[in-house]
């Protein structure tokens, strides 16, 4: 089944902004801390942002700053509000659980001129 569904992402200029959905099941949503992950080509997976379910978020140092974590508990989303974007922002970024190692499809965020 699918158990985690990402949306929002596109072109984008620098500077610019975007924000992310994902949309989990419940079984997932309701246990554990969700987060965002991105990953370039070529290039390593990065855990930018966490939320715990009472709220609690953390950042990674690249992204502090410029994006926001949120979730929505009565609708099993998460979201990933992205500000003051840069091309090395390019990426697919996934929903799902860090701690777990467990992601979504991904949705392309792709920042340029």
């Known amino acids: 089944q699918v158990q985690l569904v990402e949306s929002g992402g596109g072109l984008v200029q620098p500077g610019g902004s975007l924000r992310l959905s994902c949309a989990a099941s419940?079984?997932?949503?309701?246990?554990?801390?969700m987060g965002w992950s991105r990953q370039a080509p070529g290039k390593q997976r990065e855990v930018v942002a966490g939320?715990?379910?009472?709220?609690?978020?953390s950042y990674a140092d690249s992204v502090k700053g410029r994006f926001t974590i949120s979730r929505d508990n009565a609708k099993n989303t998460v979201y990933l509000q992205m500000n003051s974007l840069k091309p090395e922002d390019t990426a697919v970024y996934y929903c799902g659980v860090p701690f777990r190692d467990y992601w979504g499809q991904g949705t392309q965020v792709t920042v340029s001129s």
């Open positions: 419940g079984s997932i949503f309701s246990i554990n801390p």
């Open positions: 939320i715990t379910r009472g709220g609690s978020t």
